[in-house]
C-alpha cells in the first residue's frame, strides 16, 4: 500500500497573548493569523518558570458549543466547574471538557519550582452537540498509553489509535487524534491520517524534515506546521531529536459565530448565550435540554 504523504501547508508563528485574568501564553490557533482550523478554534502553548507569568490563572469563566483540552508538560492546574468537578491537573495529565450547552468553571495554576507549562485547544462541537451535556474526560498521565514504534518514536496517545493502541480520550464527535511524539536522532515517524481529516503538527522541542512526494520541508520549535492533504504523515530527524503533538480531526463543514469563550453558529445564539448569562440561566441543565 502506497501512501501519500502530507506536506506543509502552512508555517504559523505563535504569537504572544495575555488571556485570562493574566496569563502570557503563545497562540498560534484563533488569532489574527488563522482564526479558523475547522474543525480548531484555538491552539494555547503555555509555558514558564515564572509565577507573575501564570499565577493569575483563569477565575470562573463560560463555555458554550465546544470542548476545551488541555494537556500540562509541567507544574499543576486546580480547576473546579458548576457540575461540582473539581481537581488537579498535573503534568502529564490530559483533561478533555465537552462545555456543551454550558457551563462555568476556573482554571488556576499553581505556583510550583518547575512552573508551568503546557496546552490548550479548542475543537468546535457540530450545531446538533452545541447544546448537549457537558462532560469531563480528567485522565491522569499514568492511563494515557505509551508505545515505541519502529523508527525509535515514542508516543504518548492521548486520543485515536496508533497501531491497535486506543487514546485514552474516547467518544469525541470530531473523531479526534491527539498525540504526543518523541523521535530520537536519527529517527523516523510515520502515522496513518484520515484523508478527510483536518491535521496539524505543534513542534514544541527540536526540530526535523517533514518527508513527502514531491521533497522535505524543514520544520522547528515552537511553530505550529497546519498540514496538507494526504492520507499519512511522515517526519524524520537527523543530529537533534524533535517533539511534537500531532493532532487531526474531521471538519464540520458549518458556519461559525465566536464570541469569546462561546462559538455557535449564529449570531443569535450568542446573543441567546449572552442573554443566558445576564438572566442567571447559561448553566446547562437536563430541564432546559429537554425545553
Ligand atoms: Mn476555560
Redesign the pocket.
Known amino acids: 500500500m502506497s501512501q501519500h504523504y502530507r506536506k506543509v501547508q502552512t508555517i504559523i508563528e505563535p504569537k504572544p497573548v495575555m488571556e485570562g485574568a493574566g496569563v502570557r501564553l503563545k497562540r498560534s490557533l484563533g488569532g489574527e493569523e488563522l482564526n479558523y482550523l475547522d474543525p480548531f478554534l484555538l491552539f494555547d502553548h503555555f509555558g514558564s518558570p515564572h509565577a507573575e507569568d501564570y499565577q493569575a490563572g ?1 477565575p470562573m ?1 463560560p ?1 458554550r458549543g465546544i470542548e ?1 483540552v488541555t494537556y500540562m508538560l509541567a507544574g499543576e492546574v486546580e480547576h473546579r466547574d458548576t457540575l461540582g468537578n473539581e481537581g488537579t491537573i498535573a503534568a502529564g495529565d490530559v483533561q478533555w471538557m465537552t462545555a456543551g450547552g454550558g457551563i462555568l ?1 476556573e ?1 488556576m495554576p499553581q505556583v510550583r519550582p518547575e512552573g508551568n507549562a503546557g496546552f490548550q485547544l479548542w475543537v468546535n462541537l457540530p450545531a446538533k452537540l452545541k447544546m448537549t451535556q457537558p462532560r469531563y474526560q480528567d485522565i491522569s498521565s499514568n492511563n494515557i498509553p505509551e508505545v515505541t514504534l519502529e523508527g525509535g518514536a515514542n508516543v504518548r496517545v492521548i486520543a485515536g489509535n496508533i497501531e491497535g493502541t486506543d487514546g485514552a480520550v474516547n467518544d469525541i464527535a470530531a473523531n479526534p487524534t491527539y498525540l504526543d511524539v518523541s523521535v530520537p536522532s536519527h529517527g523516523s515517524f510515520v502515522q496513518t491520517i484520515p484523508q478527510d481529516h483536518t491535521a496539524f503538527a505543534y513542534v514544541f522541542e527540536g526540530k526535523g524534515t517533514i518527508v513527502h512526494a514531491e521533497g522535505q520541508d524543514w520544520v522547528t520549535s515552537p511553530r505550529l506546521i497546519v498540514l496538507d492533504e494526504g492520507d499519512a504523515v511522515k517526519i524524520v530527524t537527523a543530529e537533534e531529536p524533535i517533539r511534537f503533538l500531532l493532532v487531526s480531526a474531521k471538519p464540520l463543514g458549518e458556519p461559525i459565530a465566536r464570541y469569546g ?1 462561546f462559538v455557535m453558529n449564529t449570531q443569535e445564539e450568542i446573543q441567546e448565550a449572552l442573554t443566558d448569562l445576564r438572566k442567571g440561566t447559561f448553566i446547562w441543565t437536563e430541564e432546559k435540554a429537554l425545553s
Open positions: 483563569f469563566h463555555h476545551t468553571h482554571e469563550p
